[in-house]
């Protein structure tokens, strides 16, 4: 029997059943699939050892777990429970599980999807940003939006952000720390002084992605050099490839800078997601 069937782990009060097969890992998480006795549904079983993070990241963790149980909308991944699991050192935190994975390798999958597919990807994320940039008494800031961080069910279609742990409140009118993937890292990350407006520049980056099916900066060998790109300016050799004048334009509108950058709720009312789709908007870009 493969260990994507054999159940291997149980929560505390017995409604969530953990398989072996991983679904993801990162720098201090790994999803498995499970399932959720109480429905029968399909879940996502995240697991992050307390074990290697320092201090103030367990503390940012808890803050996560915290702040997604309070979060309600169709576009945010929806949060089931959380519990600690002291003998391990470790969080577990359970999601819904969505079917299509994330819209980076959805997208490499279904290959060159539509212009108006992509749009319509573009209003549920811009929908998910509104939501958070417009919490009470503090907007919520993304801070590593990327194709990765994007999920979708591919049976309908339907958009989720993900992957909040680097997610903060803004308590005051900027915030500081480096955290990110810096292929997506507005210049103003780097400087340590930052608003909601990195989360456009990055919803810029995972646009050129959806069309490109290349990382940003894909021409740079490291981190450093991409970092001297962004500092001075200079957009990535991808967005050459963009041949459609509008689209390169709306791609540009979420890379100026931080001032000038149209919010979320601005993106989502523009002409260009909203104009009706002519035979052109159906080729492919």
Request: hydrophobic residues 35%.
């Amino acid at each position: 029997m493969s260990s994507s069937s054999i159940i291997m782990e149980t929560s505390p009060k017995g409604r969530f059943k953990r398989f072996g097969e991983e679904l993801g890992r990162g720098a201090y998480k790994i999803v498995y699939r499970g399932v959720d006795n109480d429905t029968g549904h399909e879940i996502a079983w995240n697991v992050i050892n307390l074990n290697r993070l320092p201090k103030q990241d367990r503390l940012r963790i808890k803050s996560e777990i915290d702040l997604i149980k309070k979060l309600d909308h169709p576009n945010i991944i929806h949060f089931i429970s959380a519990w600690y699991n002291n003998d391990k050192q470790e969080v577990v935190f359970i999601t819904e599980m969505i079917t299509g994975g994330s819209l980076k390798k959805y997208v490499k999958r279904i290959m060159r999807p539509r212009l108006k597919v992509i749009k319509g990807w573009c209003k549920e994320i811009l929908k998910g940003l509104v939501y958070l940039h417009e919490q009470k008494p503090h907007p919520i800031i993304h801070r590593d939006l990327k194709c990765d961080n994007i999920f979708i069910n591919s049976n309908s279609g339907e958009i989720r952000i993900g992957d909040l742990g680097l997610s903060t409140i803004m308590q005051q009118s900027f915030t500081s720390s480096v955290l990110g993937t810096p292929e997506f890292m507005a210049p103003e990350l780097y400087q340590e002084c930052y608003g909601t407006p990195v989360d456009i520049y990055a919803f810029g980056m995972c646009i050129l992605e959806m069309l490109t099916l290349e990382c940003p900066y894909k021409e740079c060998q490291n981190p450093a050099q991409i970092f001297y790109k962004v500092i001075h300016g200079i957009l990535p050799q991808s967005l050459e490839r963009i041949k459609d004048p509008d689209v390169k334009e709306f791609i540009l509108q979420c890379l100026l800078t931080s001032d000038k950058r149209p919010s979320a709720k601005e993106l989502l009312e523009s002409k260009f997601l909203n104009e009706t789709e002519s035979e052109k908007n159906n080729q492919e870009v």
